[in-house]
Every structure is written in C-alpha cells, then in structure tokens.
C-alpha cells in the first residue's frame, strides 16, 4: 500500500497515476490529550488505518497524482537519525575531496556513529528547498529513508526488518563547512521526505533497490543499496543500542557517491525502485 498526505492535510491512498481521498480513515486515531505521546500517531496505528482505507478505498473519490500537493508522509517523527558515510565509495569520495570534509574527521560509520536532523527540516515534495546560505556549498544527498512501526530497543539485525513499518525517499540536504554535521543538515526544508509511504510488505529485500537522483535530467547519484556498509537491518540494530525508537522515527540510511552542489532553480528528482519518484525544486534564499 503506498500512502501519501496531501493538500491540506489530506489522507491519500496512491494507485498509478490517482491518489484517492481516503481521508475519513483518519478517525481510527485517537483523540488524545497533553502530555502527547512521543511518536507519529499515524504509523502507530498503520495496521487499523490501512484495514479502514481498504473498506474506503473502492468509493473514494479519484484525483490525478500530478495535480494534488504531497506533504511529508510522515508528519510528527520524534526523531530523524542519519548515517553519514555509510556507502563505501562516497566514504572514498569524501576523503578525497577538501570541500567535503573541510578538515573534519571523516570515519567509517561503526567509528563515527550516527547524527540527528532537527524535526523542523522536515519538507515533502511540494515545499521544495530553500536555500539559507547560497554564498555555502550546498549539495544533494539522496537516501532510501526506513520509518519504524513499533517501539524497538535493543534490537537484533536478525529481528529488523519486523519493527518497519515501511520506507520512502529521503533528501539530506548539507551545507558544506567546517560545522557539526547536524547545524549544516538541519536548515528548514533541508530534510525532504517523500512522495509517499510505501507499506513494508511491498518492500522484499531493502537491501537490494536501484537508486537514483537526477539535476535538470542529468544522473548525479546512481548505485544500489546492495552498496550499503551498514543495510536497514543493520542500522536498527546500531541505533536501537542507543535510543528507543519510537512509531514514525525515520533511519536515513546514508547517500551514495555523486554529491555535488544544488542551486536556485535547479529541479531534483530522486528514485528509488518500488517506492517512486520524489521531485523537489530548489528554491533561492528568503529576502532578510
């Protein structure tokens, strides 16, 4: 099942080239009260919402998918963690080039560990980028992003995959610089997820999924995640030692080699197979 948010806040059901409105699935939430929980309610209540759009789903009204706006198809993570370096040859990549690392100390990830992105950066498709230092290099980063289903701690590799409750594309949008790796990554909209939630079950082997992002229809990244030293499993695994993962918690799961700079103008469009095409424009800096 592959389930977008829309428009004003819409619940989206997509199928080909529809999204049907099946928004009044969403009274399967709960009412709830402060102090809120600390997850996404949506995902934590995935399994009765999806058997609620499926009763609605034959009468729901039909849009065209080129003409609604997708929002983030996650909208309330409690965390977004990100793996840096995680593909072997953009770990190559940026040991060679100065204006990657700028002199910071690049490791392999079972040295460097992970880092988190603020809440704030989260955009969907339709919110595009806007650029907040253009005088910075600013580059591109496309990921194949897992959203934990149910709270996991201490979590075996073996076990994994069972505490997805499914995957989307992810943007990691960084300034380069000399900063800590979550100040540069964590302007508004520079996290972009999207264009949809693709269920796990349509999902066979995270380990195993063609990826691409395009600039003005010219290949920049291009690999599989096959190239991944550290796969979804594995991930869970490292960041469950550390933190309780929590329904709607999103793992990027790091970029490939390919990065390059971003500009005003520019249209991004990233695939990742089985779970679409994510297409974001960039936009210029806010006027001070």
């Not at 198809?73 to 409690?78: D, E, I, Q, S």
Request: proline residues 7%.
């Amino acid at each position: 099942m592959k389930i977008c948010r829309f428009n004003d806040n819409r619940l989206g059901l997509v199928e080909a080239d529809e999204v049907l409105d099946v928004s009044e699935a969403l009274g399967v939430l709960p009412a709830l009260r402060y102090p809120y929980p600390v997850c996404d309610q949506l995902i934590a209540h995935l399994p009765e919402l999806r058997a609620r759009i499926a009763t609605l789903a034959p009468t729901a009204m039909r849009l065209p998918l080129a003409q609604v706006r997708l929002l983030a198809p996650v909208a309330n993570p409690g965390k977004i963690i990100a793996a840096p370096v995680n593909y072997v040859n953009h770990l190559k990549e940026v040991l060679a080039d100065p204006n990657l690392h700028h002199d910071n100390q690049i490791n392999h990830i079972e040295r460097a560990g992970l880092f988190l992105k603020a809440g704030s950066s989260l955009a969907g498709a339709a919110d595009g980028v806007t650029l907040v230092l253009p005088d910075r290099r600013t580059d591109h980063e496309v990921e194949l992003v897992a959203v934990i289903g149910r709270a996991a701690r201490n979590v075996k590799a073996a076990d994994a995959l069972a505490y997805v409750a499914g995957y989307t594309i992810g943007l990691d949008i960084t300034i380069r610089g000399p900063e800590e790796r979550s100040l540069r990554k964590s302007p508004d909209s520079y996290t972009v997820l999207g264009p949809w939630l693709t269920t796990a079950d349509e999902i066979n082997d995270p380990g195993n999924l063609a990826v691409e992002l395009l600039i003005n229809g010219q290949t920049r990244q291009k690999t599989t995640t096959s190239e991944l030293i550290l796969g979804v499993e594995a991930l869970i695994e490292f960041a469950s030692r550390f933190y309780t993962l929590h329904p709607g918690d999103l793992i990027f799961t790091g970029t490939p080699e390919g990065v390059s700079p971003i500009h005003a103008g520019d249209m991004m469009i990233a695939s990742i197979e089985g779970l679409g095409d994510l297409q974001v424009q960039i936009m210029p800096a806010l006027a001070l």
